[in-house]
């Protein structure tokens, strides 16, 4: 008799993922970007994050003290 434990096996081949170190990754990323932007340029980058991936490409991250209004 084999014991069945939690632990769910991945096939070999196949990548783990963690999803909430993941999430956390891409959350501190746009916030090290964007910390520094005031509020019309940060609504600005949004929208230009949501055209990229819209599209299907990658966005540039925004330069310190560069500002567009």
Known sequence: MTVKTDEQRVP???A???CIAWVRNVRDAMYE???DLPADEF???VHRAAAAVDAGTSISQPRPG????
Not at 66 to 69: D, N, P
């Open 12 to 14: 070999v081949g196949e």
């Open 16 to 18: 783990e993922l963690d």
């Open 33 to 35: 970007a964007t910390s």
């Open 43 to 45: 609504i600005s980058y």
């Open 66 to 69: 560069i500002h567009t209004a």
